[in-house]
């Protein structure tokens, strides 16, 4: 089960995540009244599978759908949906059943801007498409919620002309591994490197689609961000999982991007062990690519953990497209942050 929020969408949660983003920075003082837990990050969302701004990033340099798709989950071809497919979703309190490119018309413009590239948009219904019929939230009960615990879908308040233009370019299209359906998570933005989904999910088997692949032209508004956390917050955000008075954060294992898996919260009377998804859950941030230091009175005290926000540079790939039909192309210990010393439809994550 994640202890972090179960999906993170670009479009409907951005303005909220940019409100909060800006009170943060704004409490970021140039002379600090009291310890500060200062946090410097990547990213929105889980990392796993298709970053939204970068699959935008990646239109915008050239890619077609497919070459997007390939890059974000390997190995993978485009394949065909069943005929007649059918979507059992959640609205409400009742489950619906709605033909699977009906479905799909009602989620691309509610879960990316329909001013962005064909495609982008493109892409986003192949993998909106594919994920509609890998999903089993419901279980026996139906595939997927109508929210974001699964994929925004809003019916024909989504329907667009670039939109539907893009399900019409790819209708009955998935992204397929070994010629069967695979799951493709998708999120708002990777920082730079998305991550491998059993180092994001707990309890998740490794997937050979779902690997961590660098990013280059994910370049959204919290490709890099930071917030400032007073030591009174961090101490009631933690409650239950803190001893004694907080002290900071010691971070104990990263994924294959800088993403959190294991952390210790240090407390005046001990330290307690915290998966990098509840950590940032608890703490409000906007992914597990996080790194610390403190802020004491005038001064503030560097961590150990303080590094990039931002994945090295890498050159970024050479535009390429393949037919729509063909083959689509643990770090150690660190110092503690905030010692003595200083030291979240695809998009949704499997519970």
Known sequence: MLTASSTYHRHGRWPLALAVLAACVLALPGSARAAELLVRG????????????????YAEHGWSYDAILAHYFTDTAIGQAPAGARVRVLIGKRVKSIALETYVRGVVAAEMPSSWPLAALE????????????????????????????????????HTPQSDAAVAATVGQIVTYGGQPAITYFFASSGGRTENVEDAFLGALPEPWLLSVEDPFDQGPLHGWRVAISFHSATLRLRGRLRGAFRGIEVLRR?????????????????????????ASRLGLFDTWAYFSVAR???????????????????????????????????????????????????????
């Open 255 to 279: 994924g294959s991007s800088p993403r959190i898996l294991t952390a210790a919260v240090l407390g005046s009377s001990g330290r307690t062990i915290i998966s990098g998804a509840e950590l």
């Open 42 to 57: 990547a990213g929105f969302g889980h990392g796993v599978g298709m970053s939204q701004e970068g699959a935008l990033g």
């Open 123 to 158: 892409a986003q219904a192949v993998a909106s498409r594919t994920y509609a019929l890998t999903a089993h939230a419901g279980g026996s009960r139906f595939d997927v919620y109508a929210d974001t615990r699964s994929q925004v879908y809003r019916g024909t308040a989504a």
């Open 297 to 351: 009175g005038p001064g503030t005290t560097p961590s150990t953990t303080l590094g990039p926000t931002t994945a090295p540079a890498a050159s970024a790939p050479a535009p390429v497209s393949t037919p729509s039909t063909g083959v689509g192309g643990s770090g150690g210990s660190e110092g503690p942050a905030g010692s003595p010393q200083g030291a979240l439809g695809g998009a949704a994550a499997p519970s």
